[in-house]
């Protein structure tokens, strides 16, 4: 499967002890909004956004938030490796300081499995929270957006309302994808839109025809059908395919079409630019 290596190698030296991206004491001291609790009866739970691939990509106040918190949450993959949130954690602290909570989240959508799933999540996290400790919910991209720290602070809030819950904002996949590209998502009156890719021919189409800019996520399972569409709609070389944006694994198609009948990752995302 032919492709463009976009993402530049990252070095894996030790930095578990490296200043965080600024060492000015004044310019940190205004981003200390949200701090870990000390002396609570009940920790914070925090969502942390760590950027789509790149270590370098993570911010100030993601960095201070998983070397300070005592406890620190990251999904867990049930076959082995690690996911990119976990790799980007082990950068930048030392597991052996701290409690490294693997969490592992079901690939289903059997409502009875994921609920039962979930509450294991929920409750492992639990266990720290009511200790005062505060847990640090490493994800990739953004917490806010189709992350799995959505579900688990929903739950949270329904099984542990009294549990505060806080979010650091991170750079998304789909930034990264437009910079991998070096495309605009936006401009002046221009409308985009991040949508879920699905089997669902006349949603897609109508998510294409709203939008000058659509961002399809998860577009791995139905790629050909997509790819399908939007020949029929004349747009078939208005799309393009990042996969494992800015990681050092990142591949770009800019032509989409070259795709057709091959398999995707499942971290890979197509944008449509009329």
Same mark, same amino acid.
């Given at each position: 499967?032919?492709?463009?290596?976009?993402?530049?190698?990252?070095?894996?030296?030790?930095?578990?002890?490296? &200043?965080?991206?600024?060492?000015?004491?004044?310019?940190?001291?205004? !981003?200390? +909004?949200?701090?870990?609790?000390?002396?609570?009866?009940?920790?914070?739970?925090?969502?942390?956004?760590?950027?789509?691939?790149?270590?370098?990509?993570?911010?100030?106040? +993601?960095?201070?938030?998983?070397? $300070? %918190?005592?406890?620190?949450?990251?999904? *867990?993959?049930? *076959?082995?490796?690690?996911?990119?949130?976990?790799?980007?954690?082990?950068?930048?602290? &030392?597991?052996?300081?701290?409690?490294?909570?693997?969490?592992? =989240?079901?690939?289903?959508?059997?409502?009875?499995?994921?609920?039962?799933?979930?509450?294991?999540?929920?409750?492992? %996290?639990?266990?720290?929270?009511?200790?005062? *400790?505060?847990?640090? =919910?490493?994800?990739?991209?953004?917490?806010?957006?189709?992350?799995? =720290?959505?579900? !688990? +602070?929903?739950?949270?809030?329904?099984?542990?309302?009294?549990?505060?819950?806080?979010?650091?904002?991170?750079?998304?996949?789909?930034?990264?994808?437009?910079?991998?590209?070096?495309?605009?998502?936006?401009?002046?009156?221009?409308?985009?839109?991040?949508?879920? +890719?699905?089997?669902?021919?006349?949603?897609?189409?109508?998510?294409?025809?709203?939008?000058?800019?659509?961002? =399809?996520?998860?577009?791995?399972?139905?790629?050909?059908?997509?790819?399908?569409?939007?020949?029929?709609?004349?747009?078939?070389? *208005?799309?393009?395919?990042?996969?494992?944006?800015?990681?050092?694994?990142?591949?770009?198609?800019?032509?989409?079409? $070259? !795709?057709?009948?091959?398999?995707?990752?499942?971290?890979?995302?197509?944008?449509?630019?009329?």
């Amino acid at each position: 499967m032919a492709g463009t290596v976009a993402g530049a190698g990252v070095s894996t030296t030790d930095i578990s002890t490296a &200043n965080p991206p600024s060492s000015d004491a004044s310019a940190l001291s205004e !981003l200390r +909004a949200t701090e870990p609790s000390e002396g609570k009866t009940v920790g914070t739970l925090y969502g942390v956004g760590v950027g789509p691939g790149d270590p370098e990509l993570i911010t100030v106040k +993601a960095y201070r938030m998983i070397r $300070e %918190c005592p406890v620190v949450a990251y999904p *867990k993959k049930r *076959k082995g490796g690690k996911s990119y949130a976990h790799e980007i954690v082990e950068l930048y602290v &030392n597991p052996d300081e701290k409690e490294m909570l693997g969490l592992i =989240f079901p690939m289903t959508k059997d409502p009875v499995v994921l609920e039962r799933e979930w509450g294991k999540t929920v409750e492992a %996290c639990w266990e720290a929270l009511k200790q005062g *400790k505060d847990v640090a =919910f490493v994800t990739e991209g953004d917490p806010n957006l189709y992350s799995t =720290f959505i579900h !688990l +602070a929903r739950l949270m809030r329904e099984l542990h309302p009294e549990v505060p819950i806080s979010s650091i904002p991170g750079i998304s996949s789909v930034l990264g994808a437009a910079a991998a590209l070096d495309i605009h998502l936006a401009d002046g009156d221009e409308q985009v839109g991040i949508i879920p +890719a699905t089997a669902d021919k006349e949603a897609m189409r109508q998510a294409i025809e709203h939008h000058d800019t659509i961002v =399809f996520i998860k577009v791995a399972k139905v790629l050909d059908p997509m790819l399908e569409l939007l020949d029929e709609m004349g747009l078939g070389g *208005k799309a393009s395919v990042v996969t494992k944006v800015t990681s050092p694994y990142e591949l770009v198609w800019r032509d989409a079409r $070259e !795709l057709k009948g091959q398999e995707l990752e499942y971290l890979s995302l197509m944008v449509v630019s009329k």
